[in-house]
């Protein structure tokens, strides 16, 4: 089975420049989630997608950042315009979690780390 | 994040047990887990455990669950390099949100 693949693994960009990071999730997977790895502290939940429909982006900061997941599918995840905080390690997971309960595992790619000089 | 607390290092010799703590603040916690991360790699699901359980182990790792002090633990038996990584404990209350603490970085030396 396919891993959660991201795109680009590294990028580097000034200030107030606009970035896009890309994440195709396991085949089939109902649930997306977008965290924000900041180094030396844990992945904060930025946005989660129940299919192609937001199911928490209560920590968004939805002046800047922006998320989207058209069919269901693939999501991309974009920031406009970048700030010297948002530099950090940006992780796409998913799950088979269908919102009814229970337990899922969610599966992390390997992430795009995020420099902005 | 703040709603979960761990160490944030820990040293081990090679062959010894590392023991891992955390602490959660949300009572209606549902599941615990632990995952792991190594260097440029994304985090990798340890093990879970359930609210209503108090201990869970497979294989070289043992979960310990206190749900009145809200202290969650993690054992590893016979510390090898390859355990060498960033351990994070997390927390979520049914809807999978999950909220992780800061990591706990363990370093195993011969």
């Known amino acids: 089975e396919a891993g959660v693949a991201q795109s680009p693994r590294y990028k580097i960009i000034e200030e107030r420049q606009s970035v896009a990071f890309w994440c195709n999730p396991i085949s089939g997977h109902a649930t997306l989630y977008w965290y924000q790895q900041i180094l030396g502290q844990g992945p904060k939940l930025l946005i989660q997608f129940q299919n192609n429909g937001v199911v928490d982006d209560s920590q968004l900061p939805k002046d800047r950042f922006s998320a989207e997941r058209l069919k269901g599918v693939d999501s991309t995840l974009k920031i406009q315009p970048a700030k010297l905080e948002d530099s950090a390690v940006y992780l796409c997971a998913s799950s088979p979690w269908d919102g009814r309960g229970g337990r899922t595992e969610a599966f992390f790619g390997q992430g795009t780390r995020l420099t902005v000089v | ?110």
């Open chain 2, 1 to 110: 994040g703040e709603d979960v607390e761990q160490s944030l290092f820990l040293s081990v010799r090679e062959g010894d047990s590392s023991v891992i703590n955390c602490t959660y603040t949300d009572s209606s916690s549902t599941y615990l887990y632990w995952y792991k991360q190594e260097p440029g790699a994304g985090l990798q699901l340890l093990t879970y455990i359930f609210s209503n359980m108090d201990m869970k182990q497979d294989q070289r790792l043992t979960v310990l669950l206190n749900k009145k002090d809200k202290h969650l633990s993690l054992r590893i038996a016979d510390t090898q390099t390859g355990d060498s990584a960033i351990y994070f404990c997390a927390e979520s209350s049914g809807d999978y949100k999950l909220s992780f603490g800061a990591g706990t970085t363990v370093t195993v030396r011969a």
